[in-house]
C-alpha cells in the first residue's frame, strides 16, 4: 500500500545540536515530497518541497532535506537546533494525479532542552 | 496579504447536530482544500475545491460536505455529528487546483469538539 511513514513520534535535542527527522515513502513512483512544521494551536507551515531536479533542497528557518531515491527517504536536517524549533514535523506527498491531495506521515514532535 | 482565515477557531457541539465552519482562502487563491487532524488518525484529506466544484474527495462518510462560493471561500459541514468527529479540521489555500507543484498555505484551524 501506498504510504508515508515517519518512524520517530518523539525526538529530543539539545539546543544547537544537529537534527535529522526521518521520513520514508512508499509508491511506485517519485512522488511530489513536502515538509510541514505545526506549533501548537496553529496551522501548518510549508518548509520546503521537492519536485525534481537537486536532491538536497534548502527551506526556511535554516532546514535542509536531501532526496534519496535509492532509499526512498527525504530526511529533513538542521546544523543547529534552536529552543523555537520545538514542533512537530509533518513529512507530506502529492502523487503525480492526484491533484493537491497531500498524504501526511503521522508526524515527529521535537523537543529541544536548553 | 492576508494569510488563510477560519472561522470559528473554536467549537463545541453535541452528537446528532450539525455543524458548518468557513475557510477564506488568500485572495487570488482559488482552491480550497480541507484535512482533518485528529491524534488518532493523524492528518487525513477530506476534499477539494476549485472553481466551485469539488476536484477530488477523501475517504469520509457523507456525513462530511463542503462547497465553494464564487468568492473563493469555502464551507464544510458536518451533519448528525458523532465523537470521533471531534478534531482539528484545516483549510488550505492554493492558487491553482490539480498541480502537485502549487505550495498550499494553510489556515489556523477550526477546533471541534463533540460531546
Known amino acids: 500500500a501506498q504510504s508515508v511513514t515517519q518512524p520517530d513520534i518523539h525526538i529530543t535535542v539539545s539546543e544547537g545540536a544537529s537534527l535529522e527527522l526521518r521520513c520514508n515513502y512508499s509508491?511506485?513512483?517519485?512522488?511530489?515530497l513536502f515538509w510541514y512544521v505545526q506549533s501548537p494551536g496553529q496551522g501548518l507551515q510549508l518548509l520546503l518541497k521537492?519536485?525534481?531536479?537537486?536532491?538536497l533542497v534548502q527551506g526556511i528557518k535554516g532546514f535542509e532535506a536531501e532526496f534519496k531515491r535509492s532509499q526512498s527517504s527525504f530526511n529533513l536536517r538542521k546544523p543547529s537546533v534552536h529552543w523555537s524549533d520545538a514542533a512537530e514535523y509533518f513529512c507530506a506527498v502529492v502523487l503525480t494525479g492526484g491533484g493537491n491531495k497531500l498524504t501526511f506521515g503521522t508526524g515527529t514532535q521535537l523537543k529541544v532542552e536548553l | 496579504k492576508a494569510g488563510v482565515t477560519q472561522t470559528p477557531r473554536y467549537l463545541i457541539k453535541t452528537r446528532g447536530q450539525q455543524v458548518t465552519l468557513s475557510c477564506s482562502p488568500i485572495s487570488g487563491h482559488r482552491s480550497v482544500s480541507w484535512y482533518q487532524q485528529t491524534p488518532g488518525q493523524g492528518l487525513q484529506f477530506l476534499f477539494e475545491y476549485f472553481s466551485e466544484t469539488q476536484r477530488n474527495k477523501g475517504n469520509f462518510p457523507g456525513r462530511f460536505s463542503g462547497r465553494q462560493f464564487s468568492n473563493s471561500r469555502s464551507e464544510m459541514n458536518v451533519s448528525t455529528l458523532e465523537l470521533g468527529d471531534s478534531a482539528l479540521y484545516l483549510c488550505?489555500?492554493?492558487?491553482?487546483?490539480?498541480?502537485?507543484?502549487?505550495?498550499?498555505?494553510f489556515g489556523p484551524g477550526t477546533r471541534l469538539l463533540v460531546l
Open positions: 521537492y519536485f525534481s531536479g537537486d536532491t
Open positions: 488550505a489555500s492554493s492558487l491553482r487546483a490539480g498541480s502537485y507543484q502549487e505550495t498550499q498555505y
Open positions: 509508491y511506485g513512483a517519485t512522488p511530489y
